[in-house]
């Protein structure tokens, strides 16, 4: 695994919105005059490759998967009766949501999964916060099957079950129309 931001062929590393992926490759090329070495990722569950600098893979985002401490505290977030977005109207949420997801932080991405998780039996999401919902379910999935050791499958199941019900939480959950 990775050390102090140094990946090698092989190893899995989080990309800020886009989750896991693998250096397939790090590949020198000649920009403005100078050598540059870049990280070649692809996305693990897509097709997508994405090319980081390697001197600018932290400012990136670029991150190791997530060490179990860091999947229990997630589980604790996924779990607690707190909400990440106050109510509102609906784009100023949706722009909240999407910047826990893009914020690349496993913890953040939790946040938006719990509440739209937690919301929408009592009200229809809007097609975006649909959209955030199946997305931070794959960032959360894809990472913490990782971090656990088990299918994703299993990780589905188990992030389902650690979200409190939508009635217990109910009191908590914004209620603002789309």
């Given amino acids: 695994m990775a050390k102090s931001g140094a990946f090698q062929v092989g190893d899995r590393a989080v990309y800020p919105a886009h989750g896991v992926a693998e250096v397939v490759a790090i590949e020198a090329k000649e920009i ?8 070649v990722l ?16 932290d400012r ?9 401490e860091i999947a229990s505290e997630v589980f604790g977030v996924l779990g607690s009766g707190e909400i990440a977005v106050k109510p509102g109207p609906w784009n100023r949420r949706f722009r909240e949501y999407s910047e ?12 938006v999964y719990r509440d739209l998780w937690r919301i929408r039996p009592t009200r229809e999401l809007s097609y975006g916060e649909r959209r955030l919902l199946d997305h931070s379910r794959n ?29 217990v939480a109910a009191t908590d959950v914004p209620d603002a129309g789309v």
């Fill in 139 to 167: 960032l959360l999935v894809a990472e913490l099957s990782l971090a656990r050791n088990v299918t994703p499958a299993e990780m589905e199941t188990q992030l389902e079950g650690a979200v409190l019900p939508a009635a």
């Fill in 42 to 57: 692809k996305v693990i569950h897509s097709e997508m490759k994405l090319m980081i600098p390697c001197d600018g893979a």
């Fill in 32 to 39: 403005a005059g100078s050598r540059k070495d870049f990280y």
């Fill in 100 to 111: 826990l997801v893009n914020s690349g932080r496993l913890v953040e991405v939790a946040k």
């Fill in 60 to 68: 990136a985002g670029l991150r190791a998967v997530a060490s179990p």
